[in-house]
């Protein structure tokens, strides 16, 4: 398998098991939860991209709402069945890419760089056409993607990342940068007393100011951005993360 090959049902079946293992010190879901309650309406709550259900888990619990989790990954959507079960969140199998949603929605979030995860340009801008066509007049739409400022994306590179470490197991993430393509190559890499795990994963990336185009051509308007989930002010020159809000048009 090469890298062009690989897609998030990939990483995520690779994964699924040890992704709280992974990133799960790295994340804050009840912090995701209290931004993105200002946001749930009357409607369905949409997690795009579900994962092993933490930050859904905790919105549901917030809201006293049951999420639907979509995720391509099976292994993903089990693994979140077996942590928090149906009563938090109902597990929904799609790619978004492909086609909409079976059901209209209030609010649809895609959090830790999904839509980078989607595949390419051409399948983000499908998926957000489907994310449309399945939203209520005034629906959200929620986007977390890292923004592509600085050195490390200005030409080609290469890092490693320490995630954990006990005295029987090293988890390290890889990662490759090709600057003139807009993507990133990772590789979560585990070492435990059962072997090794490789878990590939791609990011197709671009600014904010492009996805804001996308999304406006396709049906939604900005309503508001910010860094991080605290809601630093946004700035296009500096910050490394953007969060956008936007609404259905």
């Known amino acids: 398998m090469t890298f062009d090959d690989v ?9 699924a ?12 879901p009840d912090g995701l939860a209290s931004f993105l309650l200002d946001y749930v309406g009357d409607g369905e709550i949409i997690e795009v991209g579900v994962g092993t259900g933490n930050v ?27 942590t928090y079960g149906a009563e938090s969140i109902e597990p ?3 790619d978004v890419a492909k086609q909409p949603l079976d059901r209209p929605f209030a609010l649809a979030y895609a959090v830790f760089n999904t839509l980078f995860m989607v595949g390419d340009v051409a399948r983000q801008d499908a998926a957000l056409v489907n994310l449309r066509a399945s939203a209520e007049p005034g629906a959200r739409l929620v986007l977390e993607n890292f923004e592509p400022v600085g050195e490390f994306f200005e030409e080609d590179s290469f890092t490693s990342l320490p ?3 006990s005295g029987t197991e090293v988890m390290v993430r890889f990662t490759r940068v090709h600057a003139a393509r807009r993507r990133v190559e990772g590789q979560d890499v585990y070492f435990g007393a059962d072997g090794c795990t490789l878990a590939p994963c791609l990011f197709h990336y671009r600014p904010s100011g492009e996805v804001e185009a996308a999304c406006v051509e396709r049906g939604w308007r900005l309503v508001e951005r910010f860094e991080d989930w605290r809601r630093k002010p946004f700035a296009p020159a500096d910050s490394t993360n953007s969060i956008a809000v936007y609404e259905a048009v």
């Open 7 to 15: 897609t998030a049902a990939d990483w995520g079946e690779k994964i």
């Open 92 to 94: 929904v199998l799609l």
């Open 17 to 28: 098991t040890r992704y709280d293992a992974f990133y799960g010190t790295h994340v804050n």
């Open 163 to 165: 995630l954990d470490m």
């Open 56 to 82: 859904g888990a905790a919105l549901a619990r917030a809201s006293g709402r049951r999420i639907v989790g979509v995720d391509i990954s099976p292994a993903m959507l089990d693994q979140a069945a077996r």
